[in-house]
């Protein structure tokens, strides 16, 4: 069945370090693929999105981009502050899945100072 | 604009119990989802109710069910707890516009503990 397999955490960077969180995907057909995060004590948000291959999600200095040939959606973000401290979950949604979101185990991202 | 509300926040219940979750979405939102998110399992889907019809699924028992009522508010039942139950039962809500997927906003959660 739909996967998404994503990098053990935790991940522990100073502040303004290059984020890398790796994601992949086994689904059949042109899934959805999204990242979420979870702050502490918050819940799940969406933090960026892409529906089909070689579109780039971007939000709050955050990138991603579906690729198809190596089905993958790894998260980047050039320069991470303290406050992106948070668990984040990559997701698919199957083709004609609607609202059904598949997840990873979610990765934590500590950022010190 | 009112976020996606969930009540109650914390639950406590024994084992052989039954319980019911309640989810009201934003405003307009026309689907609603459940999760069910425990350290070992992380986030698994249980269902989603678009105008009252659940049109999705997850790989749960018969014990979980859930209705959507008219005005969109959901509600999730589990019947005979087990302990494996205790987990974070999140509730989403989404536009739903032609079914596609779409950006899903999440409720903080009820807290269940089975004892």
């Known amino acids: 069945g739909d996967s998404v397999t994503q990098m053990e955490g935790p991940v522990t960077l100073s502040e303004e370090a290059f984020l890398t969180i790796n994601c992949t995907y086994t689904a059949t057909g042109y899934p959805s693929l999204f990242w979420y995060v979870q702050y502490p004590g918050e819940g799940l948000q969406l933090l960026l999105k892409a529906t089909k291959a070689d579109d780039k999600g971007s939000n709050k200095g955050f990138e991603a981009t579906y690729r198809k040939e190596t089905t993958s959606f790894h998260l980047e973000k050039g320069s991470v502050q303290v406050s992106d401290s948070a668990v984040y979950f990559c997701?698919?949604?199957?083709?004609?899945?609607?609202?059904?979101?598949?997840f990873g185990a979610g990765t934590r991202l500590a950022v010190h100072p | 604009k009112a976020g996606v509300t969930q009540t109650p926040r914390y639950l406590i219940k024994t084992r052989g119990q039954q319980v019911t979750l309640s989810c009201s979405p934003i405003?307009?939102?026309?689907?609603v989802s459940w999760y069910q998110q425990t350290p070992g399992q992380g986030l698994q889907f249980l269902f989603e109710?678009?105008?009252?019809?659940?049109?999705n699924k997850g790989n749960f028992p018969g014990r979980f069910s859930g209705r959507q009522f008219s005005n969109s508010r959901s509600e999730m039942n589990v019947s005979t707890l087990e302990l494996g139950d205790s987990a974070l039962y999140l509730c989403a809500s989404s536009l739903a516009v032609g079914g596609k997927s779409e950006k899903l906003f999440f409720g903080s959660g009820t807290q269940l503990s089975v004892l």
């Open positions: 997701a698919l949604t199957p083709s004609g899945g609607y609202n059904k979101l598949i």
């Open positions: 405003s307009g939102h026309r689907s």
């Open positions: 109710y678009f105008s009252e019809t659940q049109r």
